[in-house]
RNA sequence: UGCCCCGUAGUGCAAUGGCAGCACACGGGACUUUGAAUCCCGGCAUCCAGGUUCGAAUCCUGGCGGGGCAACCA
């Protein structure tokens, strides 16, 4: 894999370093901690992984590849209500597919629980951590607002002995639902919030993926989060911004539990990704799943490492995007043509070349003779000789793209036109003689060519230059395949700005999917494995769909088109 | 309103007291058996005001602007 310093330009200069390498460079020279680094990657399982988990992906496993370190997986499963088991084997599917692999077993917070309840059982001890009989409501109410202080709990002065009492019967189930927590004991009247005596245990009756019904009250997020990483002995605890207001509460935790320094993590946070035309909040992906606004969790057209995957993205890009993007602590925004000039970019070195014609005119070769066919060779891909080339059936008959004929050309016009000639890609220049059309509705229903017998292959002894080259499949050779044509999600780069009274789902963009039956693929198309990657000619880039496609029957899904400066051109004339 | 974090081309990131640069996007051109790819050229930025300094994107102060924080979510 490509060093975090090697740019594609060759003279480019040396991407400066983050401040996250900066940080880690810091603690190994001042030798923080005694061994080599350790990061982790924590996703709670209540959800599938997106491009903005990939972002933290690559930048936890990066880290300690590049540092000679280690990167677990665990999973942040301390909320039974909403985690299950389908979600935690997406996840590890889709680090994998990443290309990363994690240090050791899968870890769970839940591997913690005894550990955890240890420990808040020493807070009691330590009169840090009381059992509070309040309600939510009441908690709220008694937490005081931003810019005034909280009261403290009725609750905040019972003995040890009264807490220690409670804690046990709370953990034997002898309580309902939400009627006890157990809080630890800081400052009510603290101007962060987070340290207005937060709740450490709740009580839930809930069954967990791993646990089953071994336990009825979970630890809090921030109360399993720090010992987690303490436990794992992480180094680096890197997380998204919204941490950082947490961090003072996980370090008075850890010091209050006597964590020794080199147990205690160095939390570092930096913003989230996100992108334009997109969602990337699990609520809302996980609304338009429920709402069945998309076909599922793996929807092409979602951000989801699953659906990027099934869409044709390959790793690889995705890992040189995370890349590009640098990190940093500000808040931002990344154009989706980012990503996709870094998946084109990674398509245009590795996917084999074939011709596909997605809407078919038909076109024919009047002077060819009936029944005669040609076998033509031409090149898999141009960028990479190795790929060899292989051998593409033609005849008097073939298909063409409707869009490559205008029975007016207009300015700048490269394409078929009547009188016009065009050089079938890897085979024979033909000019357009008559075009028939269809009486009731004007349309085109074939055009009736004669060729240049010398322009085998696509040039010709006089070199005679033709402007366009059009793509092109044999009609009696032809096989069948369905294409799905993808848009974004949303039609606007921000799905969030709505009128007032609307949701997010204002701006789904109608067009985000086509389906296309019957179009024409070359035969050497029709064998395509599930999950195969390919560059339609003049078209995009294609990969044979993981789940619907068949050797013999494919399914293609449209990863991303080609640049086209054709419809720019069109689109400045067109005004 | 309190606390915390953050302000560099259109977008994302560099420059760590010394010539503001890279990528994507955008505009133009060359080349072309993909109007692809490739190559060349171009325009566009340090939030504002003071201060320190020979010199400030960088350090200090104040403003302005953006984001986060008041789940028994993570």
Redesign the pocket.
Known sequence: MAGPTE???GS????????LE?IVEADRESARFPGPIRTRF???P?GYLHIGHAKSICLNFGLAAQYGGTCNLRM????P??EEAEYVEAIQRDVRWLGFQWDGPVRY?SDYFEPLYAWAVELVRAGKAYV?D???D???AH?????TPGKPSPWRDRSVAENLDLLGRMRKGEFP?????LRAKIDMAS????L?D??LY???HARHHRTGDAWCL?????F??GQSDSIEGITHSICT??????RPLYDWLLDSLGVPLHGHPRQV?F?RL?L?HTVMSK?LLLRLVTEKLVSGWDDPRLPTIAGLRRRGVPPEAIREFAR????????????L??L??CI??EL?RTAE?RMAVLRPLRLVIEDWPEGREDLLE?GN???DPAAGSRKVPFGRELWIERDDFRAEAPK????LAPGAEV?L???YYVRCRSVETDSRTGEPTRLLCTHDPA?????TPDGR???????WVSAAHAAEAEVRLYETLFAVPDPGDVPPGKDFTHHLNPRSLEGLRGCKIEPSLAPAAPGSRW?????GYFCADEKDSRPGAPVFNRTVT????????ER?EGG
């Open positions: 740019g594609t330009g480019a200069p040396p991407r400066g370093k983050s401040f900066e924590p996703p709670e209540n942040d499963d301390t909320n209500t909403t917070a509070c309040l309600t939510a009441q908690v709220e937490r005081g607002t931003l810019t639902d939400g009627s006890r927590t101007p962060n919030m987070h207005r937060p709740v709740r009580i839930l979970y630890p809090t997020y921030d399993a989060h911004l919204e941490f950082e207001v947490h946070e913003a996100n334009t609520r590009r993007i640098g990190v940093a602590k500000v808040e931002s925004t990344v154009e043509a980012l996709e000039a084109r970019e245009n070349r031409i891909n141009p960028e700048k016009w490269f394409r050089r890609r890897g085979g322009s085998r292959g696509g040039s230059k033709v402007k366009g080259t059009i793509h560059q339609f000619e003049r078209i080609l640049r086209d400066t054709w419809a720019k051109i400045q």
